[in-house]
């Protein structure tokens, strides 16, 4: 008998359409949109190429609208398309100033390997676009970024409040970076523990004489010898523009405390003659002396300090300088002779060799007195003694204590450098 044939087979019936996922926006996607990747075929390769392609036709032949439309199709191809795709594209679009952000904003986000094309050289990318960016990305990231060309303070504040220290030197050293007030001073207090700050910092133009002149306080020789450089610089301006208001304050009897700090900052004579007065010494010179021949004790610390025309708590952050540079700026101010920087080294009880072999440490400390002007010296030291000193009221040393950094907005320059200096714990 006959089989019948088999009925034939009817197709099996497709597999219900599985629902697309949601669209993300740029700052959805995250790095793991773009990873595990299938293997890519070739279609999706010269597809990716031609969109590519037609992202980077001139304005002149394309509209904004029809590029934005091939960058939104290529967004869905580069999502789970393989590293080296992505950093294909990557690399085509740097360059274009008409970019479509939503694909630059995804890739600088990638993996390093793709992101860092995007991240230093694309010119499409916005202040916005970079803060976003910074603030959404690993360390290598924000340190290749730190290597763009131009950079402005609102993006360097975002690279830089991590504190990162490869991000902070590469930005230090960008001379297209601009660095806001609140940056450098932030830099500024972390480089109490990080030299390399220090010397990165006195080098940029941001950098201020408050700046400098209290960084001195950590700064090793040769940031020192910059310092010194740089800020040690002359008061004959504010000399002559003020000349005539120190017998009025005279007259006032020196009744407003602030007329009062801010004229012992520019007057030109250093040495107070009234200290000197009162003194059981005869001279600065005598004080020194007898500090030689009894060492140096708090009392004459402070005498010499008054005699110097500084305040005691200046004169004893000099003295107790470990190399000893402030101490050179002490002696050259008031117009002490060379040898007194060999009297107070041994004073202090430090090593100063013999009279013809000097120790090395006091051989620095005569360059530096030898290096620098008197007028020079007594702006550097007049400073320091106005910054370390007239803003100590109960509040800043309660900053101090607390070691806590008070707003120069509200506290002044002078607060802050006093905080710093006075609160550094690594002296």
């Given amino acids: 008998m006959t089989q019948p044939h088999p009925a034939t087979p009817k197709h099996a019936p497709l597999p219900a359409a599985m629902p697309a996922p949601p669209l993300k926006t740029a700052d959805e996607l995250q790095l793991t949109d773009l990873a595990g990747a299938p293997q890519t075929s070739g279609v999706r390769k010269a597809l990716v190429k031609r969109l590519a392609d037609v992202i980077c036709i ?213 040495r107070n003659r009234a200290a000197i007065a009162r003194s059981d010494y005869e001279s600065l010179e005598q004080a020194i002396d007898t500090a030689v021949e009894t060492g140096m004790t708090r009392e004459l610390a402070e005498e010499i300090s008054y005699m110097s025309g500084i305040k005691p708590a200046t004169g004893a952050q000099i003295m107790a300088d470990k190399t000893g540079e402030a101490l050179a700026i002490l002696c050259k101010a008031p117009g002490l002779k060379r040898d007194y920087i060999r009297k107070l080294w041994i004073a202090l009880r430090r090593d100063a060799g013999t009279p013809d072999e000097p120790s090395d440490e006091l051989q620095k400390i005569t360059a530096t007195y030898d290096g620098i002007s008197t007028d020079k010296a007594q702006t550097v030291l007049r400073y320091w003694n106005w910054s370390l000193t007239s803003s100590l009221n109960a509040d800043v040393l309660q900053h101090i204590k607390r070691g806590v950094i008070p707003a120069e907005s509200e506290y002044g320059a002078a607060a802050v450098t006093a905080a710093l200096v006075f609160g550094n714990r690594n002296r």
């Avoid at 032949?61 to 992505?86: I, S």
């Avoid at 993006?155 to 940056?183: C, P, Q, R, W, Y």
């Avoid at 007259?251 to 030109?268: P, S, T, Y």
């Fill in 58 to 270: 001139p304005a002149s032949q394309l509209t904004p609208q029809e590029r934005h439309m091939a960058g939104d199709v290529l967004v869905e191809l580069l999502r789970d398309a393989d590293v080296d795709m992505r950093e294909s594209v990557a690399k085509r679009l740097v360059m274009l100033n008409e970019a479509p952000r939503t694909i630059l904003m995804i890739l600088a986000k990638d993996d390093f390997q793709v992101a860092r094309h995007v991240l230093e050289k694309s010119k499409s990318l916005t202040d916005s676009d970079l803060i976003h960016i910074a603030r959404n990305v690993r360390t290598e990231h924000r340190k290749v970024m730190s290597l763009r060309r131009n950079l402005t303070d609102a993006v360097v504040d975002v690279l830089a409040e991590f504190l990162e220290e490869d991000v902070v030197n590469t930005l230090l050293k960008n001379k297209g970076a601009s660095f806001s007030e609140k940056t450098i001073q932030r830099i500024m207090t972390v480089s109490r523990s990080s030299p390399d700050y220090v010397n990165l910092l006195v080098k940029r133009d941001e950098t201020r004489p408050s700046h400098g002149l209290t960084m001195f306080w950590w700064a090793d020789s040769a940031a020192r010898k910059t310092i010194l450089h740089r800020f040690a610089v002359t008061r004959n301006v504010l000399q002559e523009s003020c000349f005539d208001l120190f017998p009025q304050a005279a007259a006032e009897g020196w009744n407003d405390a602030a007329v009062r700090k801010a004229l012992q900052f520019i007057e030109r004579r250093q």
